[in-house]
């Protein structure tokens, strides 16, 4: 089965920094992996995916994701964290057909971006 | 004109009740899920509706039984609660495999 680890639990950043969010993936065939954000008592928000062409994928709210087919990761960036972004992010992977409607996910990394 | 709806929003109950979430998308889409979130935020489908049809049934107690009317609405019925059934319940639909998961705000589940 396809899965994403977040390795960090936690993320902590000043505003106006870079905020780098990591994932890595383990699939057996082509990866199909998302990104998702969730605000405090709300529900997930996608925010982007990749599932094929170029490894640097935009986003909503500023942010990009970068492929690296190599390393099996699939990092979110963002060149300029703001407060507004502390949240709990979530990335995920499409399982393989015949379970290819199923996402699994990471256990998520919160990010808290300090003013 | 919310995209994805849950009703409701906070259940309050005890053991051995039986309650039912209802969720409706207004979308169009194809394909309807329920996800549960325990209380480290650890997300995991439960089940999923393609056109009405069960595509994914993960391994969760009989006491879970999802019912989806039409495509537009898929509904959680769980028997007999227990404590350990208290999580926050989404709902989520998308077009089809690949595309991108829309996700309703939730249903607070409190079994006492």
């Known amino acids: 089965a396809q899965s994403v680890a977040q390795p960090e639990d936690q993320v902590n950043v000043a505003e106006g920094n870079p905020l780098t969010v990591k994932c890595t993936y383990s699939v057996s065939g082509n990866p199909y992996l998302f990104w998702y954000v969730q605000y405090p008592n709300r529900g997930l928000q996608f925010l982007l995916k990749?599932?094929?062409?170029?490894?640097l994928v935009k986003g909503s709210y500023g942010f990009e994701a970068e492929f690296n087919k190599s390393q099996t990761s699939f990092h979110l960036k963002k060149p300029s964290a703001l407060v507004s972004d502390s949240a709990l992010y979530f990335c995920?992977?499409?399982?393989?057909?015949?379970?290819?409607?199923?996402?699994?996910f990471g256990a998520g990394t919160t990010v808290t971006v300090r003013a | 004109d919310t995209a994805v709806s849950q009703t409701p929003k906070y259940l309050v109950t005890q053991m051995g009740n039986d309650k039912s979430i209802k969720c409706e998308q207004n979308?169009?889409?194809?394909?309807m899920y329920w996800y549960k979130q325990d209380s480290k935020k650890f997300l995991k489908i439960m089940f999923s509706?393609?056109?009405?049809?069960?595509?994914i049934n993960e391994t969760v107690p009989n006491r879970f039984s999802p019912k989806s009317p039409d495509k537009a609405h898929l509904n959680l019925h769980i028997n007999s609660l227990e404590l350990g059934d208290s999580a926050v319940y989404f709902c989520?639909?998308?077009?089809?495999?690949?595309?991108?998961?829309?996700f309703g705000p939730g249903t607070r589940l409190t079994v006492t």
């Open positions: 509706y393609n056109n009405k049809e069960l595509i």
């Open positions: 989520a639909s998308s077009k089809t495999r690949n595309y991108e998961q829309y």
């Open positions: 995920a992977v499409r399982d393989d057909p015949p379970n290819d409607y199923k996402l699994s």
């Open positions: 979308l169009g889409h194809d394909t």
């Open positions: 990749y599932i094929t062409g170029d490894n």
